[in-house]
């Protein structure tokens, strides 16, 4: 049975879509719709705002905000929204705490307590960061 896009895209627009990991101004942007503060006029809105406009809507109450060490984090179905900015000290913490482990189960490890972080990301972050992840200089 073949589905059609309009009715994948109708079902996506329901809040299906699998949270990814956001941009900073996104992020922040989710926050105040989180809090309830009003956004300004459309014609004033950057496209980060919009953005997290249409995020926060298909999520229908799904993202709640939490205070955490003072800091605002965002919370998607129980599991934490991450910035892109912190996504590799996180993956680096993960990996320096499981002694080394692969990206599959890191993945599997994040999967419980994160939103957005695959197995891909966590592998491409462990390729491109071994320098810092490990701790030891290049030769």
């Known amino acids: 049975m073949h589905s059609s896009v309009a009715l994948d895209d109708r079902v996506n627009s329901q ?3 699998k949270p990814s990991v956001l941009p900073d101004d996104i992020y922040e942007a989710l926050i105040n719709l989180a809090e309830g503060k009003a956004l300004p006029p459309v014609k004033e809105r950057t496209t980060s705002m919009c953005t997290a406009a249409v995020r926060f809507w298909r999520a229908k ?4 905000d939490k205070e955490e060490k003072g ?3 965002l919370y998607f179905d ?4 991450s910035r892109s900015s912190e996504v590799n000290e996180i993956v680096a913490r993960e990996f320096d705490q499981t002694k080394g482990s692969g990206a599959a189960k890191l993945a599997c490890d994040l999967r419980d307590n994160f939103v957005g972080l695959s197995r891909d990301k966590i ?3 462990l ?7 490990v701790g030891m ?3």
């Open 71 to 73: 800091r605002k984090e």
């Open 123 to 125: 592998q491409n972050i």
């Open 78 to 81: 129980g599991r934490r929204m």
């Open 15 to 17: 809040g299906n879509r």
């Open 127 to 133: 390729n491109t960061d071994k320098v810092t992840i």
């Open 137 to 139: 200089p290049s030769l």
């Open 61 to 64: 109450g799904r993202i709640l």
